[in-house]
């Protein structure tokens, strides 16, 4: 089955959407602690398990 070595074939069966943003929190005046928050969405349409099937 070579479809699943496909990079075409891969495209249209899982989407994938990242969000991301950074900000820095604020625990007590005069720190900063860099943070980011990543939202990533994953929609399989094999209709089976990605990648072992």
Known sequence: MPGY?????ASRAVEMTVDAHG????PK????IPT??????ITGRAGHR????
């Open 5 to 9: 070595r496909s990079t075409g074939q």
């Open 23 to 26: 900000y820095y929190f604020l």
């Open 29 to 32: 005046a005069g720190d900063s």
């Open 36 to 41: 980011a928050v990543v939202k990533v969405d």
């Open 50 to 53: 990605i990648p072992d099937g």
